[in-house]
DNA sequence: AGTTTAGCTGGACGGCGTACAGTTGGCCAC
DNA sequence: GTGGCCAACTGTACGCCGTCCAGCTAAACT
């Protein structure tokens, strides 16, 4: 896993192949360790999220949700590779994903957010703003087409209007 | 083309020998026609934003935008097999998308927005919100696994959240 | 009638994920 | 110490992919 995660760091899309390659070992050998392509992606995947800094039960609900989000953002930033994989994946649906799924809603009905449903719609909006701007700034070659600057700042414009709408819509 | 959205629209990602099968041609005849596999990709998406209908002049803002990513993210959801596509090309930039831009710039600025680098900004995340969903909601296998009726109602929700923080934000 | 040329074919190259069968080498029970 | 087990690996192959090259053919233009 340490080495897919390198591979599919510096440059272009994971390949068995090249994880093998860099190994040392015939491409066939990973499947005595993994199951297949998709499942070595969602153990990297979810292996990564285990960096995620969860927010303390004393973070004032809005600014816990903003560093949570923030640094999912950065973290697929710093994985341009795998956020098409994290696309298909809706998420991820890994143990640790599902940690952070908890963490955000606990943070929302803090918030005034009691609604399941309503906890549930913030979640994927959110979730989808952070997945998607990523992807978008991945861009085809893996190199984002736009400067890194503006596209966190346009980044936290659009997470700032989406947690004003999502906490103010729990009010009463 | 037309054979071209046949194909991806009937499952699964776009490949050449697909389209040229499905022509009763071989593989290597359609690059008479097509710049490769991401030009045929390219053209397919441009001319699919065609059909997008243009808010008039007298509409309202907020009403036009919300129209407008509408019927993006329909188009979007109605054609799964290219939005990956569709994300790596940082929503097109084809002539068609180029005209979509200056609709919404045009709407943004009625709206109050004047700032061309907010109007800039307002875009990217109103694009991403709309790209974004729509990935997600396409998963691995082209079926979402979201009830799509909940898919639409919380990308409406987060596109009411969006729109409000954008247009507040070109008060004054 | 002769020449150009658009559009195709056959074949190939390199790369991909992955399945199947067979080999190897270390570990454990006896 | 020796026999057997078994995890890990290799060799090979299949079927897919995008794409390039050289050559053919038939229609269009001069």
Redesign the pocket.
Known sequence: MAVAREVLDDGA??????V?GR???????????VE???GLLDAVLDDLLTALPLPGPTDDPAAGLTALMTATHELLLAHPGLVPHFVARQGSRGANAQRLGEAMRSLLDRGGVHDRTAQDTAIRVLVVHAIGDAAVAAGPDGTGAIDPDRLRASYATGLRWLLRGALRAGEH
């Open positions: 899309v994971l390949s068995m192949r090249a093998a190994l040392g070992v015939a491409p066939n050998a990973l499947y005595s360790h297949g392509r998709e």
